[in-house]
């Protein structure tokens, strides 16, 4: 049987109601729903951006909150839509998780930017002088270097064209398959939920109205709810 990572047990915070959940290793959660139906509300909860008004949430069998904050955050990395980066160099940017642990090794560097397709010359760059798909890199190897074994991603190429969509979704997968991560990620974007994830959950006015496997959830919704969303989409 697969190792429960997070249980959510009917959890309630500002729009979320009766929110029970449970994601096991290895799984690749896609959150999806319309605008304000509580997904960034639901991924913050997994770090504890965000912490319940009532319900409880287990992390590997604990409740979450019997985990220290900083070691809890090491280990489950988050990448937003917005690439949040100090206005430094890119090396910096990547150095600065791993110091706070006195765990950064100049030799994985190499293997840092290789995960996200950046050149090696790019470690002396100025972050503001990236493009947005090279920030967004970084920020996905900033949050790499921590070593996560989960990722938490809140639509992480929504800010992104084309282009760089694809490109950040195949090394993407090709860190979820490598690494064996976990992830539960928030898109807007079915038919990127389709390619990233294995498993979907779909939130409508704060509640999981469907949950199933990925594509099929999408491709033959059993709810109404979820059958207008997937037509309207
Ligand atoms: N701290 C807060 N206090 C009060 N209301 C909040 C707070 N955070 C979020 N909300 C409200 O809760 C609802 C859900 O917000 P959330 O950002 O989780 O939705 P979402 O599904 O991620 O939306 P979007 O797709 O537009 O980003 C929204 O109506 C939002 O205004």
């Excluded at 604990?62 to 949040?84: A, D, F, H, S, W």
């Excluded at 928030?186 to 509640?207: C, D, I, M, P, S």
Aim: zero cysteines; proline letters at 5%; hydrophobic letters at 35%.
């Amino acid at each position: 049987m697969s190792q429960t990572i997070f249980e959510l047990k009917s959890v309630y915070k500002i729009v979320l109601q009766d929110i029970s959940l449970k994601i096991n290793h290895n799984e690749r959660v896609m959150i999806f729903g319309p605008s304000g139906s509580g997904k960034s509300t639901l991924l913050h909860l997994f770090n504890r951006l965000e912490d319940p008004e009532q319900g409880e949430i287990m992390f590997r069998g604990e409740p979450i909150e019997t985990y220290r904050i900083p070691e809890l955050r090491k280990n489950i990395g988050l990448v937003l839509q917005q690439p949040y980066l100090f206005p430094d160099t890119v090396l910096d940017n990547l150095k600065y998780g791993p110091n706070l642990f006195e765990d950064w090794k100049e030799e994985e560097v190499q293997t840092l930017l290789n995960y996200v397709n950046l050149p090696i010359d790019y470690l002396d760059k100025d972050v503001d002088d990236l493009s947005g798909g090279e920030k967004q890199r970084v920020s996905l190897a900033r949050t790499l270097a921590n070593k996560p074994e989960i990722l938490l991603l809140d639509e992480p190429t929504s800010a992104l064209d084309d282009q760089n969509i694809e490109s950040i979704e195949q090394d993407l997968l090709n860190l979820i398959q490598s690494k064996q991560l976990t992830v539960v990620m928030v898109t807007h974007n079915l038919e990127q939920a389709k390619r990233l994830g294995n498993k979907g959950v779909y939130l409508e006015g704060g509640r999981i109205v469907e949950q199933g496997s990925l594509p099929d959830m999408i491709d033959h919704p059993k709810t109404e709810a979820l059958k207008r969303f997937t037509t309207n989409y």
